[in-house]
T-cell receptor, first 105, second 117 residues
Framework: GIQVEQSPPDLILQEGANSTLRCNFS?????LQWFHQNPWGQLINLFY???GTKQNGRLSATTVATERYSLLYISSSQTTDSGVYFC???????FGKGTSLLVTP | SAVISQKPSRDICQRGTSLTIQCQVD?????MFWYRQQPGQSLTLIAT?????????ESGFVIDKFPISRPNLTFSTLTVSNMSPEDSSIYLC??????????????FGEGSWLTVV
């Protein structure tokens, strides 16, 4: 199956800082999604983004399908952004190992 | 969006027993899936729940251990059978909807946190 690699594995930010999370995938995909798992385990769908760029408030994502990577940008981070960010591909989602983000006050 | 309800949300189970997790979606969906997330790990797909037929299991998961039902387009159950401490995980139900604007968007329930003692 398609390999999904995320970086960095861990990230600590001070509130207000910006960050970029990366997702590399080993083959062409027609479905790529970003999720946020909060500390209580709830998974929230952030973006469906097989290609192009989307923005939602302080979050935006870009997928360059021809180069097999996707980026998630978090601007002006807040403590509520803490949790694990996953990218996943495929119809029945194949997940990366995630980036664990901690935003400190 | 889709609202997905799972129950139980949390349980402590005795070794050797079985537990059934229920998943209810608020609208008809094309596909339903079950995932396992072991402590500190990513999500692993257990199976695709097929309406009216046997589930499709991923490598490493078998029907005897994880029987799944999907009697209609909005409901599915996962049973974790003959549990051992290694089965302690979060079990998540998900549902897929296809829209022209958002593609194949997948939504998740809140998860069922199982601890086997």
């Amino acid at each position: 199956g398609i390999q999904v690699e995320q970086s960095p594995p861990d990230l600590i930010l001070q509130e207000g800082a910006n960050s970029t999370l990366r997702c590399n995938f080993s083959d062409s995909v027609n479905n790529l999604q970003w999720f946020h798992q909060n500390p209580w385990g709830q998974l929230i769908n952030l973006f469906y983004i097989p290609s192009g760029t989307k923005q939602n408030g302080r979050l935006s994502a870009t997928t360059v399908a021809t180069e097999r990577y996707s980026l998630l940008y978090i601007s002006s981070s807040q403590t509520t952004d803490s949790g694990v960010y996953f990218c996943a591909t495929g119809w029945a989602l194949n997940f990366g190992k995630g980036t664990s983000l901690l935003v400190t006050p | 969006s889709a609202v997905i309800s799972q129950k139980p949300s949390r349980d402590i189970c005795q070794r050797g027993t079985s537990l059934t997790i229920q998943c209810q979606v608020d609208s008809q969906v094309t596909m339903m899936f079950w995932y396992r997330q072991q402590p500190g790990q990513s999500l692993t797909l257990i199976a695709t729940a097929n309406q009216g037929s046997e589930a499709t299991y991923e490598s490493g998961f078998v029907i005897d251990k994880f029987p799944i039902s999907r009697p209609n387009l909005t409901f599915s159950t996962l049973t974790v059978s003959n549990m051992s401490p290694e089965d302690s995980s979060i079990y998540l139900c998900s549902a897929a909807k296809t829209r022209r604007s958002s593609g194949n968007t997948i939504y998740f329930g809140e998860g069922s946190w199982l601890t086997v003692v």
